[in-house]
């Protein structure tokens, strides 16, 4: 009766499936890193084209514009897309504690066969 009523647990929370994520997450984890991407990209050319403006085209290379870009691109990325981020993070801590406890009841069944 024991192992019934662990299971029933489970089927409780459809969520707390260890090692998937819905199919949602993985939308907004993709929109998330394009997004970064994009922001990335464009940072990059706004950079290189103020450098050729200025008349240094030749002198400043196109992977310092990126090195910039990636600098600045980090902490911009986490303030525009605040929401999206916290989303993303939201369902990969659901799936974390799914498989915490996933882990936990199987730590726990193993423990019963072996006493």
């Known amino acids: ?18 090692g998937r994520l819905p199919a949602g997450a993985w939308r907004d984890i993709a929109l998330y890193g394009l ?24 002198s400043f290379p196109l992977l310092m514009s ?8 980090l902490p911009l990325s986490m303030l525009l897309f605040k929401k999206l981020r916290l989303r993303v993070n ?6 974390d504690a799914g498989r915490r ?3 936990e009841q199987m730590r726990a069944q193993l423990e019963e066969r072996l006493d």
Request: cysteine-free.
């Open 1 to 18: 009766m024991d192992e019934n009523s662990t299971s029933s647990d489970n089927a409780g929370s459809p969520d707390l499936k260890p």
């Open 35 to 58: 997004a970064r991407l994009l922001v990335f990209v464009v940072l990059t050319v706004i950079i290189q084209s103020v450098a050729v403006l200025m008349g240094m085209g030749q």
């Open 66 to 73: 990126a090195l910039l870009a990636l600098i600045v691109a």
């Open 90 to 95: 939201e369902q990969i801590a659901v799936r």
């Open 101 to 103: 406890a996933h882990k």
